[in-house]
């Protein structure tokens, strides 16, 4: 082969290399564009679990709340029940205190029974939400492994395979 077609050659190899570094390149722009949207995504999902973490304290104080409801309807009742047999055996029909009273309670029983509702509303809302996040944060995890992979097959793709760990 005379120098000219080795010159020729060399050129076509040449140019070769150079596409496949030019596709290397977009490969690697690709790749780092990935990572920093996944970043990104990494980022929120943690502070889900930030938030997580508050709406489960606050759902512990939401339980401890409705507990405490709970056991102040069931005195009421116990008093009302027990004021309404005093008063029936004891005071006169038409009593307007004893009946003021007893009303009095049941709009307490009315209200507290309300309120206990509401909460439990609220806090299946929370146990829902805490769920989404459990869910999100399990997605963290295969994102983080993703990630490393990724990064991984980058690093391979700059300076060769990497030796594997273990």
Known sequence: MDKTAEHI???IQLSHAIAECESLKAQLEEYR??????DRDIDNLRLQMAEKAQYKSSTDN?????????DSIHLLKIRGAGGMGN?????PHGNTSAESELEDMQ???VYLQSQITDLQEQLSEVNTR?????????R?????DLLERTAREL???KNGPLPEDG
């Open 9 to 11: 050659e060399t050129e």
């Open 33 to 38: 564009y990935i990572i920093i949207m996944r």
């Open 62 to 70: 939401q339980e401890e709340e409705l507990r405490l409801l709970q």
């Open 87 to 91: 008063y029936g055996h004891q005071l």
């Open 107 to 109: 709009q307490q029983i």
């Open 130 to 138: 805490n769920l989404l996040l459990q869910q999100e944060n399990s």
């Open 140 to 144: 963290i995890g295969e994102l983080e």
């Open 155 to 157: 690093e391979e793709l």
